[in-house]
Nanobody, 116 residues
Framework: QVQLVESGGGLVQAGGSLRLSCVAS????????MGWYRQAPGKQRELVAV???????NYADSVKGRFTISRDNANNTVYLQMNSLKPEDTAVYYC??????????WGQGTQVTVSS
């Protein structure tokens, strides 16, 4: 059984910062990639950022230069540092991890609200 638990969401004013964390626990023997998606009300879930085990990263164009993804491989943890937040960043942020045989596991989501 694998579990992903996110933390760090909340309410922040535009221009502010938040740091999201996600810890994967359970029967993990291979951690290929970890990342973050988000879903705003009435919109489809979209990729925000992903980082693979070797350290390569990929970002959505809308967050490049403002968000930074990082990971702690030893502790199966991924972080998302979000700076210069905008109201349009408001969404539920979901952690995802590709583990073991390539299965994708999702967290329960954490709300990020950016006020104008």
């Amino acid at each position: 059984q694998v579990q992903l638990v996110e933390s760090g969401g909340g309410l922040v004013q535009a221009g502010g910062s938040l740091r999201l964390s996600c810890v994967a626990s359970g029967s993990i023997y291979s951690n290929r990639a970890m990342g973050w998606y988000r879903q705003a009300p009435g919109k489809q879930r979209e990729l925000v950022a992903v980082i693979i085990s070797g350290g390569s990263t990929n970002y959505a164009d809308s967050v490049k230069g403002r968000f930074t993804i990082s990971r702690d491989n030893a502790n199966n943890t991924v972080y998302l540092q979000m700076n210069s937040l905008k109201p349009e960043d408001t969404a539920v942020y979901y952690c995802v991890a590709t583990l073991n045989l390539g299965n994708a596991y999702w967290g329960q989501g954490t709300q990020v609200t950016v006020s104008s």
